[in-house]
């Protein structure tokens, strides 16, 4: 469905980030395939689709590179995708989710509640436009 | 034989009712937590999913009953072919009431948003508003009241719906066709079908059954 391999990207300082880890484990345990063993991306302010399942590579590159969802739609997936709620999907709303096993929906909050830590990242960016 | 069409209707009715009750059971124990990994991740999503299909499956066997009789002489299913559109009805209905209440949670303002703004929402909108007026005059005294062909044209919005609930799942996708792609496929024959044998038909009113 996807072009093959996978490939996503942060900028250098959303790497360096304390926030952006490299995981190997899950609740204590090895992490199991099913979440990106043997190393799975953990970005937790920007949607899931950036953190990174099963890495097998990394590399620096000068460029900013082409990512997956990125260039399959480019339009609904922007380079960024940190999580805001003031910028719909063009197909649905992004202002509220469903937490895993909560039923109901509560409101989503800018980088996933994490802006205090990280929004300096992007200061003087207009986040709407490189969503 | 005569047993065997006796018992199509009720087993037409178990068909139909039966993926609901499984869905309604699958949403209870959901909700009330006693099995939260039933439906998924996102169970309010799979449900959609669920219901949005069952719909245009149902519209595609309303539309595939003309063909069966006319190519095998199944004519036993004529007499059930109202039950099969309510069916349709039925789970295009639910699939809307799963958005609104379930994936909007009755935020009415945002739902009026959304149908405006998303393409697919509106199709889909506009397509289960077809299926209205067709429920409606299922009944056999709105087919007497509507003589004269008028109830054979009114009905012709099935294809409107298939067509309509087609483009809906198309634009819905994230990035996968395959399914949609299969609907299109299977409308396209249901369709073309018509379409072919249309000449055919001018001239035998006998056998119009839209």
Redesign the interface.
Known sequence: ??GWPYREALRLDEALHPLALLATGLYGKPLPNQNGAPLRLVVPWKYGFKSIKAITRVRLTAERPRTSWNE??PS?YGFYANVNPAV?H????QARE?R??E???RPTLPFNGYGEQVAGLYAGMDLARDY | MRGAARALGPALFLFGALPFAVLAVQLFL??TGRR?DLLG????EALEHATGQLALRFVAFTLAVTPLRRIFGWNALARHRRMLGLFAFFYATVHLVVYAALDL?LQLG?VAA?IV??P?ITVGTLSWLALVPLAVTSTRGWVRRLSGGRWLRLHRLTYAVAVGGTVHFW??V???VTEPLVYTIVFAVLLGYRWLTRRSRAGAPGVAAG
């Open positions: 469905v996807l399959s739609a609904e719909d063009p197909r649905w709303t469903r895993v096993g039923f109901r929906r | 959901v909700y939260p991740a996102e169970p309010v949670e945002e959304e703004k998303r697919y634009w819905s994230k990035k996968d």
